[in-house]
């Protein structure tokens, strides 16, 4: 299981940030409303993610562990040459068997909390008694520290780390019921309280985006058939500032050419062919219309009714905008 657990973490886990995206993707999956993202040496070091989330029983820490079957391939010098192989949602297993990784965790339901790490070749799982508050912390030691062809792509501690830090304000940027502390090397990097109001949303807007973005943002809000788009947006004159860029299809993050283009058209003249446009956006619509696993890893979605979404996120900017120059 080993062997195969490593194969599906060259898929899932390409750098330390990608560890972090898996775990706070869990805690979140165990609807965690408090995060604590604490980073050794860019992630390379250790990585602890605490959650006050919904925890894992006593004897599912050994299934949460390793879940994969054994593999064809069969020696571990094979493994470091394959890299395209599919990976579905084994995440803490594959973490696992390319890192020293701990799991402590208590359900509310449980008087104590247990923790469970794995070791050695044959992921051995110890399950000892443990304290904790309910809820779970992962932490991962010494990441690749077994597969040293992984570990030599790894780039500098302040690089990982700014990888870290910017999928961090993309998450934060989409759960704001969540509360965020990002610590580095022990030193705190962001603290972001629960934004419940529009106030509090604005403050962490500015706090991840720069005063310089929020305090030219305007508000876009706008409902149309089943459609919603709002968030925050910048006349490009007004903003000097590196562009700010976020958009969220259901809540997800995406980077996608239809919505680029549709920004990019509402914008129109307005935009210099040399300048960037700043948005924060977030469309919701029917999860019935939009694929979002066309391919995870590259944030990129399907639309069933794309001319219909693509011209409803062209008015409604272009509305917001018109109100921006009155
Ligand atoms: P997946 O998320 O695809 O189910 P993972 O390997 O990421 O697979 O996680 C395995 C299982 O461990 C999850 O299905 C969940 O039951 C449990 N789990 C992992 N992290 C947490 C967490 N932070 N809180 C509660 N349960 C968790
Ligand atoms: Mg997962």
Redesign the pocket.
Known sequence: PQLANQIAAGEVVERPASVVK??V???L??G?TELLIDIEKGGCKKIL?R?N????ARD?LQ???C?HATSKISTLDDLEQIVSLGF????????SSVSRLT?T?K?AHQDNAWQASAEGRDMQVEIKPAAHPV??S?EVVDLFFNTPARRKFLRSDKTEFSHIDELVKRLALSRFDVSWTLVHNGQPVRQLRQATDTDQQQKRVAALCGKAFAQHASRVNVDYDGMSLHGWLVQPAACSEQAVQYCYVNGRMMRDKLLNHAIRQAYGHLLRPEQQPSFVLYLQLDPRQVDVNVHPAKHEVRFHQARLVHDFVVSALQNALSQLQA
């Not at 579905?88 to 973490?95: D, K, P, V």
């Open positions: 898996e775990l993707e869990n805690s999956d165990a965690a993610i959650d989330g919904s925890g894992i599912e299934l949460a562990l879940r579905r949602g084994e995440a803490l297993a594959s973490i799991l965790s359900p809820g779970t992962i």
